[in-house]
């Protein structure tokens, strides 16, 4: 009998990649070792999970990764970027200090590297206490010919999806796993054509009331 | 009844312990059935029904002489069975009429191809980063659950997850 089953080897029966002797070689040996049998479908869950959740893996796909090359060309070019970038810097970090000392769910920390050019999207609700799930999130738009990304995490999920220019009605599954009593951030991001983050929302708290 | 032993000295299992063993099978074979015929077949209850009682009868008869292990012996059944399943469906499908729509084999191959690079990229990971992204991301935990499983803070299980994210799509993007 074969030794036990390493993951490289799991992903590509999952993914049918195995030949029709690896395969026969690979099945016969689950069939004989329960550990291995429970590690393929644990490793089967986790390939389904990654199917689906494969664009939100990869959001906000390659503006983050072109990011910093981007600002730093720009501010070599034109000045005032970077005086707008530490501008958008200050009042991101000031929307971080009053989102942590609303309570132990403030949510994810802001990633201190992110530097974004222009002024701030103006978010307009959610926020604070609600009496039932937002139906939307609303703001106000930034400079024409961006994409918006609205982005809602919380203890117990990471939405991220695309918008319009002033807000996005929240689908329904989305709504239906909002919980009372559980404290959620919320935030959209603006983007120029080729994919660069150009203006982002202070991350906005509400939560349901039980 | 008792358990028996074959030409080699093994046991053969009966009665309960049999009941036992093939009960413990159930789930390999019903996971290689859904596996071979599609997950949403409906027909995979009744294969595996069929391939533990054939299993069974085999054993009690004495036509499984200890040969191989019962694990091996059960394996083999499913496989049979399954072909015959596929071959019966074949003749069926020859003469039903073609199916409105039908998935592209070219994107099925890219989306595999895609997905084979990111559980790639995902091994690369750090096994802190990596087990963040996978409890948070991917089996969808609460953020104070990971915390406790991974016996950090939860800003710490964000912090992680998002890093992760964050070399994957580095990784992904070559």
Redesign the interface.
């Known amino acids: 009998m074969t030794n036990c089953l390493d993951?490289?080897r799991i992903?590509?029966y999952i993914?049918?990649?195995l030949s029709a002797a690896e395969t026969?070689e690979f099945?016969?040996h689950?069939?004989?070792c329960?550990a291995c049998?429970e590690k393929?479908?644990e490793r089967e869950a986790?390939?389904e999970?990654?199917?689906r959740?494969?664009n939100?893996?990869?959001a906000p796909?390659?503006a983050?990764?072109t990011l910093g090359g981007r600002i730093r060309a720009a501010s070599a070019l034109r000045p005032w970027a970077a005086a707008a970038a530490a501008a958008g810097l200050v009042l991101v970090i000031a929307a971080g200090l009053v989102l942590r000392s609303r309570g132990?769910n403030a949510?994810?920390?802001m990633?201190g590297g992110d530097i974004v050019r222009g002024a701030a999207i103006t978010a307009l609700a959610p926020s604070g206490r609600l009496k039932t799930a937002p139906a939307a999130l609303a703001w106000k738009p930034a400079a024409p010919g961006r994409e918006y990304q609205a982005e809602i995490?919380?203890?117990?999920?990471?939405w991220t999806g695309p918008a319009t220019e002033t807000g996005v009605v929240l689908p329904e599954d989305v709504r239906a796993r909002l919980r009372p009593g559980i404290a959620y951030e919320w935030q959209v991001k603006a983007y120029a054509p080729d994919g660069t983050l150009m203006e982002r929302s202070p991350k906005t708290t509400f939560i349901i009331s039980k | 009844m008792g358990d028996t032993t074959d030409r080699t000295g093994a046991t053969i299992p009966a009665g309960d312990d049999l009941d036992r063993i093939l009960a413990k099978l159930r789930p390999l074979v019903g996971y290689k059935v859904k596996k071979a015929l599609g997950f949403a077949t409906p027909d995979w209850e009744d294969i595996v029904n069929e391939v533990l009682m054939q299993a069974s009868e085999k054993i009690v008869s004495g036509e499984f002489r200890g040969e191989s292990t019962i694990g091996t012996f059960v394996y083999t059944i499913t496989s049979r069975r399954i072909i015959d399943h596929i071959r019966r469906k074949s003749r069926i499908l020859r003469d039903a009429p073609e199916a409105g729509f039908l998935p592209d084999p070219h994107e099925e191959v890219e989306r595999r191809e895609q997905v084979e690079l990111l559980l790639e990229a995902i091994r690369k990971l750090k096994p802190r980063h990596r087990e963040a992204l996978e409890l948070f991301y991917l089996k969808e935990l609460p953020r104070e659950e990971v915390a406790r499983r991974m016996g950090i803070s939860p800003a710490k299980v964000s912090e992680w997850a998002n890093y992760a994210k964050k070399v994957l799509r580095k990784i992904m993007a070559g």
């Open positions: 993951e490289r992903d590509r993914l049918n990649r026969r099945e016969e689950y069939f004989n329960p049998f393929t479908r986790m390939v999970a990654v199917i959740k494969k939100d893996l990869l796909d390659r983050a990764l132990p949510g994810p920390g990633t995490s919380g203890p117990d999920m990471n």
